[in-house]
């Protein structure tokens, strides 16, 4: 028993056979030891030596060399990493280069700045009998070495300098030019970050996230294209696929935690999927990620242009997201892998439990961010590259119209659907839709029934036309419900069409009937 990483821990430890001398490595302050019993009950320990940070002995207080030359004089088969830190890190990463087998139930970014890429490296097997135990030593890689490894493929990366004074990164906008994107080094959820058009806001941006971190990236400017995100899983014997595509409603820009999901793709073509899903397996088997992963995308759709923007080679919120779209368990599929299972051993082949090939959707799903901007006075409700969502919810439906009007429903601001939220009005709605907040979505619903065009509302937020002709088609079919004046006199096809697109007995009942009040009477007529 114990935390989370110690359960993982003594369960893989579990299955290293008892001839074998392992040496854990542990941030915590107690002793970290294995204890197991032979069919006898006799006692077995196979662990040589444990580390802890903090202990009474002052040998133990330990640097980054003083640990590694310890644990390599006890000559173990197996090197254990607990809670990666930056000396265990480093520990880890040097044994294994040393030719141990290295396991860790953590990655490095408690150690590295978040403006590496997470990439495990996994290339090296350890022979256990019957089983075949792989390397989990995780690593960053600084941007600068991202970039190389990609460009052997060669794969498209956005334009990046990492700088560390105002000098420098003055230059590097200058070299770049503008607009530019900035982002902090250090720092989770898109702080300190943000895209600036001009030198004048560069200077304010750049001063800001230097106070958040000694160094920030300034990257060449994709505000616009679309992003698109694959979860990718590969196992040891090279077997390598996407479990699922994911669109985002809003374009590069917005961070994806404020931003409204999508899965699977809906605004590309099967070509352009097919692109994008061939790039992301030809990436992850070159930088040699064994597990699961998920790579995301900058692209422009008119032109098949692309820039890689980052790969986490570790379960995100995505992950989460995509685990129950689809009903892939990625986190179950992906320890299976970490204890040397291959995808042909997870579930039973052939079969829809197998873990071997992506299941196939019939269905959409779709995330909604949720804010809770009205609780803080003063604060700006403009969303961008960082992120303020404190929880999200995800819809399931047949049709996009029925998935965005259920959760719309679902996120906790009292809204009824993409329509009939008679509280919501905009002054400018020009101003609303080309500066994003948690509610335009719903300026565009105002646009539409206001007589905006696809075209015209497209030029203001750069949302992609098929999702903004979708949304055209529920106030479409808000007007035709507001033909009627009983619920009697609209036909059963009409009715059915409206279920079909996502509106509610409670919207129904207002376009038909207009009423006043709780409602619950008309609610009642509808069902």
Not at 11 to 38: A, H, M, Q, Y
Not at 84 to 102: D, N
Not at 325 to 336: E, H, I, N
Not at 414 to 430: I, P
């Amino acid at each position: 028993t114990g935390s989370g990483k110690t359960t993982l821990m003594s369960w893989i430890l579990s299955t290293i056979p008892n001839e074998k001398r392992i040496f854990t490595i542990e941030n915590g302050c107690r002793e970290f030891d294995l204890v197991k019993e032979d069919a006898e009950g006799n006692v077995i320990n196979n662990v040589v030596h444990t580390v802890t940070r903090f202990s009474d002995d002052p040998k133990q207080n330990y640097d980054q060399e003083r640990l590694l030359e310890f644990a390599l004089t006890c000559d173990p088969d197996v090197v254990c990493v607990g809670e990666m830190k930056s000396a265990e890190a480093f520990a880890a990463q040097e044994a294994a280069r040393t030719g141990h087998a290295v396991i860790t139930t953590t990655h490095a970014n408690s150690c590295k700045a978040t403006y590496y890429r997470m990439v495990t490296l996994c290339t090296q097997k350890y022979d256990m009998g019957d089983k075949t135990l792989y390397n989990l030593v995780t690593e960053a890689f600084p941007i600068v070495l991202f970039v190389k490894k990609l460009d052997e493929i060669p794969m498209k990366t956005p334009k990046s300098h990492a700088v560390e004074s105002m000098e420098d990164a003055l230059k590097a906008a200058r070299e770049i030019g503008y607009p530019v994107m900035v982002r902090s080094a250090y720092a989770l959820g898109g702080l300190g970050s943000g895209i600036c058009p001009d030198e004048e806001a560069f200077i304010k941006l750049a001063e800001s996230s230097f106070t958040f971190s000694k160094q920030i990236l300034v990257e060449e400017s994709l505000k616009g294209w679309k992003e698109i995100e694959f979860e990718v899983i590969r196992d040891a014997n090279d077997h390598c696929f996407t479990v699922a595509s994911m669109e985002n409603f809003d374009p590069l820009g917005i961070h994806t935690g404020e931003s409204i999901v999508v899965a699977p793709t809906c605004s590309l073509t099967d070509e352009q999927v097919k692109m994008l899903q061939e790039l992301s397996t030809k990436c992850i088997r070159h930088l040699g990620i064994v597990g699961e992963c998920n790579i995301q995308y900058a692209f422009n759709a008119e032109t098949n242009d692309y820039r890689v923007i980052e790969v986490n080679a570790r379960l995100s919120r995505s992950s989460a997201l995509a685990s129950k779209a689809t009903g892939y368990p990625l986190a179950f599929v992906a320890a299976k892998i970490a204890l040397g299972y291959t995808l042909d051993q997870i579930g039973e082949m052939g079969t829809p439990n197998s873990a071997y090939a992506a299941p196939q959707l019939d269905y959409l799903i779709c995330k909604i961010p949720r804010w809770d901007l009205t609780k803080f006075v003063g604060v700006s409700r403009e969303i961008g590259s960082s992120m303020k969502s404190v929880g999200e919810i995800m819809s399931i439906g047949r049709s996009f119209e029925e998935i965005i009007q259920k959760g719309l429903r679902m996120i906790g601001q009292g809204m009824h659907g993409f329509v009939g939220n008679e509280d919501v009005e905009f002054e400018d709605l020009d101003y609303e839709l080309s500066h994003p907040t948690d509610l335009r979505v719903f300026a565009i619903a105002e646009a539409l029934e206001k007589g905006y065009t696809i075209d015209r509302i497209f030029e203001l937020t750069k949302i992609d036309p098929w999702f903004l002709g979708k949304l055209k088609n529920i106030v479409d079919y808000k007007q035709k419900l507001s033909q009627y004046n009983k619920v009697e006199d609209i036909p059963a096809d009409v009715l059915r069409e409206a279920k079909v697109l996502g509106f509610s007995d409670f919207q129904i009942a207002r376009f038909v009937l207009n009423p006043q009040g709780n409602m619950e009477k008309e609610n009642l007529a509808v069902r």
